[in-house]
């Protein structure tokens, strides 16, 4: 089994880490953990594509040495663009069986303006996507 895990540059969400983890210990899988710079055009940016590029960076090294100390061997890798389509292709290209991504950090009213990457995910990956919510959020 081959796990793709999302990193969001936005938002700090270790438990999405923890859930992929739970999972590669429990089937034996593999994973890759994919970050996108989320910067569609630059000439359009309030700041310059490394500013993106760098908190991508950080949001892969987060997840992998996450992984890394509960045991966990994975792959990193920084995207340019769009966030759906770039884990979309990188999940094929790594014929991965599941993606996994945390759920929105964005509030509701940006969710409803802006989209919402893991139901984008889920309406169009063409593979299973497991969305982890906050565990405080999936209590209350």
Known sequence: MKIVLAANPEADQPWVTDAAADLVRQTGATVAVVAVDELESEHLAPM????YTERA??????AVRRLAEAGIEATGTVLPGRPI?????????????LIVVGSSAR????????GSVP???????????LVVTHPAKAQG
Do not use: K, N, T, Y
Request: hydrophobic residues 40%; positive net charge; glycine residues 4%.
């Open 48 to 51: 310059p594509r490394s500013v």
């Open 57 to 62: 960076e950080r949001a892969r090294d987060a």
């Open 85 to 97: 389509d770039q884990i979309i292709r990188f999940g094929e290209e790594q014929s991965a069986d």
């Open 107 to 114: 509030p509701l009213v940006a969710q409803r303006l802006l």
């Open 119 to 129: 139901l984008s995910l889920i309406q169009r990956a063409g593979r299973p996507v």
